[in-house]
């Protein structure tokens, strides 16, 4: 019986059990990908795409190598998001995560880390849409854990 069968059996009508997975081995030894449901624009084809419209939920690429300070946040709708910017790494930890990889307590960065592209009221419907598409991408590219970031 698999564990999320296992965590629902034994709690009756209650609430449905958090969807996890135990780390097979240390992270030290682990790939880990951010991914934030946060209004960051990552660079696209041809430059950056400042922009992004309330209810935008694009799944977007951030390569793993961008700094905070070139994920910008943004409004196409005049909407003011300036308190984004004042420190990017609430949102998307790339500092930090790389931190943790140096000091040996993660194993690597994954190549490219996943942000949904706006402001949405309605989050559970595009986590619903994209869930399966960034799930694929992470398998890709072997991920072990994903570090999930609610903004």
Same mark, same amino acid.
């Given at each position: 019986?698999?564990?999320l069968r296992r965590? @629902?059996?034994g709690r009756g009508n209650g609430p449905a059990p958090e969807p996890w997975t135990p780390l097979r081995r240390p992270l030290a030894d682990c790939r880990l990908a951010l991914v934030a449901s946060s209004v960051c624009a990552a660079p696209s084809g041809g430059g950056f795409d400042r922009g992004v419209t309330v209810g935008d939920p694009t799944l977007r690429d951030v390569p793993g /190598? *961008?700094? @905070? /300070?070139a994920l910008v946040a943004a409004s196409r709708d005049g909407a003011d998001a300036? *308190? *984004?910017n004042l420190d990017r790494n609430l949102a998307m930890a790339l500092e930090r995560l790389r931190e943790a990889v140096a000091d040996g307590r993660l194993? /690597?960065?994954n190549g490219r880390h996943l942000a949904l592209g706006g402001v949405m009221a309605a989050t559970d419907r595009a986590v619903r849409r994209q869930a399966a598409a960034a799930v694929r991408r992470l398998l890709d590219? *072997?991920?072990d854990v994903a570090l999930l970031v609610p903004t």
């Amino acid at each position: 019986m698999s564990l999320l069968r296992r965590r @629902a059996a034994g709690r009756g009508n209650g609430p449905a059990p958090e969807p996890w997975t135990p780390l097979r081995r240390p992270l030290a030894d682990c790939r880990l990908a951010l991914v934030a449901s946060s209004v960051c624009a990552a660079p696209s084809g041809g430059g950056f795409d400042r922009g992004v419209t309330v209810g935008d939920p694009t799944l977007r690429d951030v390569p793993g /190598e *961008a700094s @905070a /300070e070139a994920l910008v946040a943004a409004s196409r709708d005049g909407a003011d998001a300036s *308190a *984004a910017n004042l420190d990017r790494n609430l949102a998307m930890a790339l500092e930090r995560l790389r931190e943790a990889v140096a000091d040996g307590r993660l194993g /690597e960065l994954n190549g490219r880390h996943l942000a949904l592209g706006g402001v949405m009221a309605a989050t559970d419907r595009a986590v619903r849409r994209q869930a399966a598409a960034a799930v694929r991408r992470l398998l890709d590219d *072997a991920v072990d854990v994903a570090l999930l970031v609610p903004t």
